[in-house]
């Protein structure tokens, strides 16, 4: 996260992929927040949906 613009008012953000390197900016919090809670709400209905069915709790690229 870092801050920008002329009187530094505006927060922008980037998050990193540690498997795949592959790198989400972000334009202000809010952005990396709902991109937070989406990626929180599609783990999370991964995994009941995964249990529920008897598989595993994780996939190969899920973060336990």
Same mark, same amino acid.
């Given at each position: 996260?870092? &801050? /920008? @613009? #002329? =009187?530094? %008012? $505006?927060? *922008?953000?980037?998050?990193?992929?540690?498997?795949? !390197?592959? &790198? #989400? @900016?972000?334009? /202000?919090?809010? =952005?990396?927040?709902?991109?937070?809670? %989406?990626? $929180?709400?599609? &783990?999370?209905?991964? *995994?009941?949906?995964?249990? /529920? #069915? @008897? !598989?595993?709790? +994780? !996939? *190969?690229? =899920?973060? +336990?």
């Amino acid at each position: 996260m870092w &801050r /920008s @613009g #002329q =009187d530094e %008012a $505006t927060w *922008k953000a980037s998050l990193e992929s540690p498997l795949t !390197g592959e &790198r #989400q @900016g972000f334009a /202000s919090l809010e =952005d990396l927040w709902a991109f937070l809670q %989406a990626q $929180t709400d599609i &783990r999370n209905n991964d *995994k009941t949906e995964n249990a /529920s #069915q @008897g !598989g595993e709790q +994780c !996939g *190969k690229s =899920d973060y +336990c």
